[in-house]
Nanobody, 124 residues
Framework: QVQLVESGGGLVQTGDSLRLSCVASGRTFSRLAMGWFRQVQGEEREFVAAINFDGRRTSYADSVKDRFTISRNNFKNTCYLQMNSLRPEDTAVYYC?????????????????WGLGTQVTVSS
């Protein structure tokens, strides 16, 4: 089991940037793939981005491609989501998740550990 804590959310305006962080503890972070998901209340959870165990492979939802960047620092046990050119439709609670397979997945059901989430609100 790995514990995950997100931070970095907040209230910003359209076009602004935010960087989310996810600090992991409890298991060997460098062996885990990581993912970011988001959810609007009353809607289904949505895949945002994923990164494999060593950071060499990434995957993005079409809605965030070219605006968001996922990265990781295995020495700091931290995964990041840099979000640029934010839009009102990016408003959601953002969750990081850990995948026991080093490759990762876009399917949230395959992730075994989740953080509590951080709210991102983008005003128009």
């Amino acid at each position: 089991q790995v514990q995950l804590v997100e931070s970095g959310g907040g209230l910003v305006q359209t076009g602004d940037s935010l960087r989310l962080s996810c600090v992991a503890s409890g298991r060997t972070f460098s062996r885990l793939a990581m993912g970011w998901f988001r959810q609007v209340q009353g809607e289904e959870r949505e895949f945002v981005a994923a990164i494999n165990f060593d950071g060499r492979r990434t995957s993005y939802a079409d809605s965030v491609k070219d605006r968001f960047t996922i990265s990781r620092n295995n020495f700091k046990n931290t995964c990041y989501l840099q979000m640029n050119s934010l839009r009102p439709e990016d408003t959601a609670v953002y969750y990081c998740a850990a995948h026991s397979h080093p490759t990762g997945s876009r399917n949230g059901a395959e992730y075994g550990s989740w953080g509590l989430g951080t709210q991102v609100t983008v005003s128009s």
